[in-house]
Nanobody, 125 residues
Framework: QVQLVESGGGLVQAGGSLRLSCAASGRTFSRYDMAWFRQAPGKEREFVAVVSWSGSMTYYLNSVKGRFTISRDNAKNTVYLQMNSLKPEDTAVYYC??????????????????WGPGTQVTVSS
């Protein structure tokens, strides 16, 4: 069982930066792939980024490549999402998700077993 809690959301102007954090409970954090998803008003939840259990593999939504960086600190049971050059279209509730690691990483909601409650990110133009 893993419990996830996101933090770091807020209001920022276009071009600004935010760093989201996701703190996980449990002693087996290093056995989980971790991902970030987001859901904008009136839209479906979409994949943003994923990092493998070791941090050696990452994958991003095309529209955030070069602007967002996912990372993890297994000693602190925490995964991060550094978001730079933010755009109004990045406005959404951002969710952290976890799943027991497998050979391949997943970019679909159904591939994840545990979810945080989400944190709001609002980017003003």
């Amino acid at each position: 069982q893993v419990q996830l809690v996101e933090s770091g959301g807020g209001l920022v102007q276009a071009g600004g930066s935010l760093r989201l954090s996701c703190a996980a409970s449990g002693r087996t954090f290093s056995r989980y792939d971790m991902a970030w998803f987001r859901q904008a008003p009136g839209k479906e939840r979409e994949f943003v980024a994923v990092v493998s259990w070791s941090g050696s593999m990452t994958y991003y939504l095309n529209s955030v490549k070069g602007r967002f960086t996912i990372s993890r600190d297994n000693a602190k049971n925490t995964v991060y999402l550094q978001m730079n050059s933010l755009k109004p279209e990045d406005t959404a509730v951002y969710y952290c998700a976890a799943r027991a690691t497998r050979v391949t990483i997943s970019t679909t909601q159904g591939g994840y077993d545990y979810w945080g409650p989400g944190t709001q990110v609002t980017v003003s133009s």
